[in-house]
């Protein structure tokens, strides 16, 4: 009899997968662990309509050892909704890594893909990560197809004070009030499905403070109007509640010039790297969409977002962007570090159709949900 099992997490595993997570932190030259306080089935509201966490269980101790996540979002593909999967949280203890538990697990969520809830998922996998870039995408062992999707780029902009926000002709911009639900939401989905997977977005969903936009208040989307008509929406989704980054260590150059860094970027105004143990205070950038897809109309937004929200309780603005995306060089131009992930479309059937879907419109990831 194996030592190990495969199931499906339930709540009475929320402390074992929230443990798992703390002792798994993505490693580089700041190692950061995701962690999901205080409850991970809580913020599980954000993932899909439908969430299923694939579990390795040690059957000696009891304990979880490593686990992942099947989701299903409604995702506009070539402009008509569609479940798509999203695979997401891969994570194994170190203790327990080359025993053959992934390609186990991978079987798991193969059983699981036969509900025929979706043909295929969108996974990301960070740039750096050779090991995972290496397993995952070998299609050894029973391990489904890796669809190369492109790059998708994470830009971190500093939230601090500039000289006054430059006004663009003929654009005015405010934050949202409940009113604009509506036509938020009619404007969503008028412009949003230019993008592949872009999320369908309903009324509902923006008001319900538990659902899938758990945090992200009407008040948290800025707007932006061309005379009266609505032209643009970027939100600014602060997830601290359910949802952190830590910092668990820095290595390389990084561990010791961090003190020095600090000090000038404080003369300067800017962010200081926390200590190791605290957390990283940022915002995730919601629902970018742009008429036309302007830069001048996305930049506005941007500049105004970053201007309200200096001096406040987060650091940063985290904007995520395929390397195809038009919109993609208005970030660029605010000087932002970057976080770069391999995209991927991973399907147990490799046709053309599916190969097909990522060329035909650019690649849309909403950066609060991965």
Known sequence: MSRFRFELATEADDADLRRVLAETPMEGRIAVAFRREPSWFVAAAIDGHQRQVVACRDV???????????????????????????????????AHRNRGLIARGYAFFRRLHNDGQTPYYLTTIADGNVTALNVLTSGRAGLPHYIPAGLYHTLAIPLVQYNGVAATPGVSIRRGVPADVPAIVRFLAAHGPRRQFFPLVQEGDLRDPSGPWRGLAIEDLWLAFCGAELAGVLGTWDQHAYKQSVVTGYHGTLAWLRPALNAWWSLRGYPQL????????????????????????FAALLCRAVADLAGGNCTHLLVGLHERDPLLPAVERRSATRFTTHLYLVSWDDDDEIRAIISRRVPYLEPGTL
């Open 60 to 94: 000696e101790s009891g304990r979880i050892v490593g686990f992942g996540c099947r989701s299903i979002r409604t995702l506009y593909v070539d402009g008509r909704p569609q479940c798509v999967g999203y695979l997401s949280s891969l994570r194994l203890l170190e």
């Open 274 to 297: 926390p200590a190791p143990g605290d957390p990283l205070r940022f915002r995730v950038a919601a629902l970018p969409v742009v008429r036309d897809d302007s830069p001048a109309i």
